[in-house]
């Protein structure tokens, strides 16, 4: 195999003069850690999702971590997560000692499906799910995931979580900017992720995500008293941060309101939080060309199925997720993975799902067989490089690569 003639990255960030300036201005400016600038980008993020509040941390992790904290989520207690998700999703619940239930994917969308939610519901009730979650939890939340950037329909969801009383905490870690709308709705029915449904939706700033702080995560919640005890437990527990302490007109007093974390966003991130969310419209057009590019150009190879872009959605196209029709080919997706390398293509996978770690299958004996859909496409998954400084050309050889091993590979 020759050497590629063109490298693509499955990611690389690019950042401008403007983030780099105001960086530099945050460390002349005599304040690091959590102040004014991360005040502002609060503010600003707030008003990008239209949410009423906005608690800055140093990733979604810590983000998702306190919204099940500032709910009350107990060990007794169990929640519904996606087995198709990140890590994150899911230990947070285990940092209360609380059991994650799983639930199946969508084959297509691989998100969350509210039905087998249903029937994991149903099977708890009768101690039908693995010996080792105790049909005496009680079912308190549920945390679905905008894979790749494509939301749910909040409705359903929101009905979902009346009629069994639960809470809602969006992973919303792929999730800036987007929006739904219903099937039949108008104009005016756009709703943005984090703008009102759910308790909290939690974002990641993550250094590969759509809008990066190195790392960062955001919280945001109309419910006020959610947002300060998450402000608070972000800082130790404390009754006012460290801008409120050291500021000329702050208290230099402080009461300990409970045994907190260390959570807070620095300055120096939000310097570049502010840049970026300020294009981060900009950026995300970009990535949607990328993905109108590949979609347009992969639509006629008969081995792969492309991601979904309904038109009652504003895509955030954090990624391009192509799933391989194995029975058309004469390589397994891993081979496939290796002969992308080969040629030069970066890649990842979203995700080996959670019941097929080692952690969550020894813990809580969860099975292939229980989770179908996702133990099923997951082996078909591949996430191919996108983002927003991506050129013509490493566009093109994304496509070549693939349309070529599609062709020399397709089963006979
Ligand atoms: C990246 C990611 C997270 C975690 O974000 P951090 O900011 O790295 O903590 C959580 N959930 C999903 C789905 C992610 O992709």
Redesign the pocket.
């Known amino acids: 195999m020759p050497e590629p003639s063109v490298k693509v990255p499955f990611f690389r960030p690019e950042l401008n003069d403007a983030e780099v300036a105001e960086v530099v201005d945050t460390l002349r400016s005599g304040w690091l850690t959590t102040g004014p600038k991360t005040a502002r980008f609060e503010k600003e993020f707030a008003q990008a999702v239209g949410a009423d509040h906005a608690v800055a941390m140093n ?4 983000a ?1 971590h306190l919204a099940t904290v500032a709910l009350g989520l107990r060990p007794d207690q169990a929640v519904l997560i996606p087995t198709m ?2 890590a ?2 899911a230990e947070v619940i285990r940092y209360a000692g609380a059991v994650p239930i799983l639930v199946d994917c969508d084959p297509v969308t691989l998100a969350l499906d509210l039905a087998d939610a249903e029937r994991k519901l149903e099977a708890l009730g009768r101690g039908d799910l693995p010996e080792a979650i105790d049909r005496e939890l009680e079912p308190v939340g549920l945390i679905p ?1 905008h894979v790749a950037g494509l939301m749910l329909d909040m409705h359903a969801v929101s009905a979902f979580c009346e009629r069994h009383n639960l809470w809602c905490v969006e ?1 919303a ?2 999730a800036f900017p987007a929006a739904w709308r219903p099937a039949d709705g108008v104009e005016s029915d756009w709703q943005r992720c984090g703008e009102g449904t759910s308790h909290v939706s939690c974002f ?3 250094a590969n ?1 759509t809008l990066t702080t190195g ?3 955001m919280a945001t919640t109309d419910d006020a008293e959610l947002a300060a005890q998450m402000r608070s437990l972000s800082l130790h527990g404390l009754s006012n941060d460290a801008w409120g302490r050291y500021s000329s007109k702050g208290a230099w007093d402080y009461r300990i309101l409970a045994p907190g974390y260390k959570y807070n966003l620095t300055d120096i991130a939000s310097a570049l939080g502010l840049h970026q969310l300020a294009r981060a419209e900009e950026m995300r057009l970009q990535r949607k060309a990328v993905a109108e590019r590949f979609s347009r150009e992969l639509a006629e190879v008969d081995e792969i199925e492309l991601p979904s872009d309904p038109p009652n959605r504003i895509h955030s196209w954090h990624l391009y997720q192509i799933r391989l029709h194995l029975d058309r080919l004469d390589i397994d997706r891993d081979t496939f993975l290796e002969k992308l390398r080969e040629r030069g293509i970066g890649f990842s996978v979203h995700w080996r799902p959670l019941h097929l770690h080692p952690y969550y299958r020894e813990q809580f004996g969860w099975r292939a067989e229980d989770l179908p859909q996702a133990s099923a496409v997951w082996c078909r998954t591949v996430s191919l490089p996108i983002f927003p400084a991506m050129t013509y050309a490493e566009i093109s050889a994304v496509i070549g690569a693939v349309k070529d091993l599609c062709r020399v590979h397709r089963r006979r």
């Open positions: 990733s979604c992790t810590a998702l998700t990140f994150a999703t995931v992973d870690a792929h990641s700033f993550y995500k790392e960062g995560g």
